[in-house]
């Protein structure tokens, strides 16, 4: 039998730097219950969010990742051409093919480097994050450009009254690189696909063709809250156990930003110190899937709440069901 040449890697991986961009539109909830009967009151109460950004004229999914992109490449001290792999999660995507990763990589100006796109929903970021680190410790690639995008405005629907307050739109991104200690914790990760219909698209595409009806999303939100309000705490927990840490160990809590209520329990059942720094950018940015960890990350170190070096707990959960979570230090 012929032996083959493996590849090889580095020891470990780290998140060399995040970067992230936000549309301009900014509306608040009393533009939202012009559409569904609720109110202002009831959409703080019951899940945090005050306003959201949803794309303005001349946005798009497209230069929202480029712009997340190349804030990361540069606060990385690195050029696109150093970057030898693009991963993209996102859901707001148009085109069944090709995918957008390539497109992006060349407009970065990266040079022949593997892109694909990832569709993980809301732990797509923690998805594309455990496959690049992978990539780096195996030697498949150096430097990984990890991008989570969203554009859920065009998938929301805004009569549904179950829905139309929470989406909205953003990109995050990170360069994942070598490093001579570990800066990534092992990923906790599963789906349940037995409760696909709990977030679903309203019509694929072929329906949509047939019917002129243009899709969005619908949601089971109490049966999604059950899940990660129970099952998904456990997973967070293991998270923290599979890096060898305890609650003590750590200074920021980073989850998806889905509904304060569920970011509250989560804090309950880990039983966090006073002292972790917990990210709530859902107040201001509603939930942009794929896009909340990382921009609730670089939210976090460009205010200066949390800090390079730090211990941070990441979990993203949702549409699938799938989720995944690991423990970072912060670039
Ligand atoms: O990112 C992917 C993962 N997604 C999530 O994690 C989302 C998880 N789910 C949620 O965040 C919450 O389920 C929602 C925010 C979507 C809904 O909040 P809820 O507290 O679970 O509402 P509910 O469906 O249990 O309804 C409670 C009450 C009902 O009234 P009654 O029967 O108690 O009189 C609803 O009719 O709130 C009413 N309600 C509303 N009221 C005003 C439901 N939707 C609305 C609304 N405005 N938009």
């Given at each position: 039998?012929?032996?083959?040449?493996?590849?090889?890697?580095?020891?470990?991986?780290?998140?060399?730097?995040?970067?992230?961009?936000?549309?301009?539109?900014?509306?608040?909830n009393?533009?939202m219950?012009?559409?569904i009967?609720s109110?202002?009151?009831?959409i703080?109460?019951r899940t945090g969010i005050?306003?959201r950004?949803?794309?303005?004229?001349?946005?798009?999914?497209?230069?929202?990742?480029?712009?997340?992109?190349?804030?990361?490449?540069?606060?990385?001290?690195?050029?696109?051409?150093?970057?030898?792999?693009?991963?993209?999660?996102?859901?707001?995507?148009?085109?069944?093919?090709?995918?957008?990763?390539?497109?992006?990589?060349?407009?970065?100006?990266?040079?022949?480097?593997?892109?694909?796109?990832?569709?993980?929903?809301c732990?797509?970021?923690?998805?594309?994050?455990?496959?690049?680190?992978?990539?780096?410790?195996?030697?498949?690639?150096?430097?990984?450009?990890?991008?989570?995008?969203?554009?859920l405005s065009?998938l929301t629907d805004?009569?549904d009254r179950g829905t139309a307050f929470i989406f909205a739109?953003?990109?995050?991104?990170?360069?994942?690189?070598?490093?001579?200690?570990?800066?990534?914790?092992?990923?906790?990760?599963?789906?349940?696909?037995?409760?696909?219909?709990?977030i679903?698209?309203?019509?694929?595409?072929?329906?949509?063709?047939?019917?002129?009806?243009?899709?969005?999303l619908g949601m089971?939100g109490?049966?999604v809250f059950?899940?990660?309000?129970?099952?998904?705490?456990?997973?967070?927990?293991?998270?923290?156990?599979?890096?060898?840490?305890?609650?003590?160990?750590?200074?920021?809590?980073?989850?998806?930003q889905a509904n304060?209520?569920?970011?509250?329990?989560?804090?309950?059942?880990?039983?966090?110190?006073?002292?972790?720094?917990?990210?709530?950018?859902i107040?201001?940015l509603g939930n942009n899937s794929?896009?909340s960890?990382?921009?609730?990350?670089?939210?976090?170190?460009?205010?200066?709440?949390?800090?390079?070096?730090?211990?941070?707990?990441?979990?993203?959960?949702g549409?699938?069901?799938?989720?995944?979570?690991?423990?970072?230090?912060?670039?």
């Open positions: 039998m012929t032996t083959l040449k493996a590849s090889v890697g580095s020891p470990y991986a780290r998140i060399l730097s995040i970067g992230s961009a936000l549309p301009s539109r900014v509306l608040d009393e533009y219950v012009q559409f009967d109110s202002d009151e009831w703080q109460q005050r306003e950004r949803w794309l303005a004229e001349g946005e798009t999914l497209e230069s929202l990742a480029l712009a997340a992109a190349r804030q990361a490449i540069e606060r990385a001290g690195l050029q696109a051409s150093d970057v030898d792999a693009l991963l993209l999660s996102t859901v707001s995507h148009f085109h069944q093919t090709p995918a957008l990763a390539p497109k992006l990589a060349d407009e970065l100006g990266m040079v022949d480097a593997a892109a694909y796109d990832i569709s993980a929903a732990a797509g970021f923690c998805y594309a994050l455990a496959q690049a680190e992978a990539l780096v410790r195996a030697g498949s690639a150096r430097h990984v450009l990890v991008i989570g995008a969203e554009t065009q805004l009569h739109d953003g990109a995050g991104a990170a360069i994942v690189g070598p490093s001579e200690t570990n800066g990534i914790g092992p990923v906790v990760w599963g789906s349940d696909g037995s409760q696909a219909g709990a679903w698209q309203t019509a694929d595409w072929q329906s949509a063709v047939a019917d002129g009806s243009w899709p969005a089971d109490r049966a059950k899940w990660a309000t129970s099952f998904i705490a456990t997973a967070t927990a293991r998270c923290l156990e599979e890096a060898g840490l305890t609650p003590d160990d750590l200074d920021v809590f980073v989850p998806h304060n209520r569920i970011t509250d329990t989560l804090l309950r059942y880990l039983k966090l110190p006073e002292k972790v720094v917990v990210a709530r950018t107040q201001g794929a896009a960890v990382p921009i609730a990350m670089d939210s976090l170190l460009t205010s200066g709440q949390a800090k390079s070096g730090q211990t941070a707990l990441l979990i993203g959960f549409a699938g069901l799938v989720y995944a979570g690991q423990v970072v230090t912060l670039p």
